[in-house]
């Protein structure tokens, strides 16, 4: 399938809590958070970042692949989408969210070329 479903992320400036919840209510597992306060969930299908030190967002979103961020921001755009969160380098992948027609919150990311 192009552009598969295959991430999710909460963000939260509560980490505790969500982990508390998450952890309980569905057996999840967390990794230790980075220094940017990044935890990975059940090894890699998902992650919960310490929204703090970047404004407090809360959010739950699911992330699509996509071959070229770029185009896939611009085709989104065209298409009625609004861009909530720039691209972002972390210099393992390009991600962004954006919000659809509706208002609804996603993310979109591309794997780095080797």
């Known amino acids: 399938m192009d552009n598969p479903v295959n991430y999710f992320e909460i963000g939260t400036p509560d980490p ?3 982990r508390a919840f998450y952890g309980d209510v569905f057996g999840w597992q967390f990794g230790p958070a980075s220094p940017a ?3 990975m969930v059940n090894e890699n299908a998902g992650g919960l ?3 703090t030190d970047v404004g ?3 959010w739950a979103v699911f ?5 070229d961020i770029h185009a896939t921001l611009d085709a989104a755009q ?3 989408a609004g861009i909530v969160l ?3 380098d972390n210099g393992a992948i390009f991600f962004a969210h954006l919000s659809d027609p509706a ?3 996603f993310g979109v990311w591309q794997r780095k070329r080797a």
């Open 16 to 18: 505790e809590a969500a």
């Open 37 to 39: 306060g990044y935890a």
């Open 49 to 51: 970042w310490d929204t």
């Open 56 to 58: 407090g967002g809360r």
């Open 63 to 67: 992330y699509i692949e996509v071959a």
């Open 78 to 80: 065209a298409a009625g």
């Open 86 to 88: 720039p691209v972002v």
């Open 103 to 105: 208002g609804n919150r």
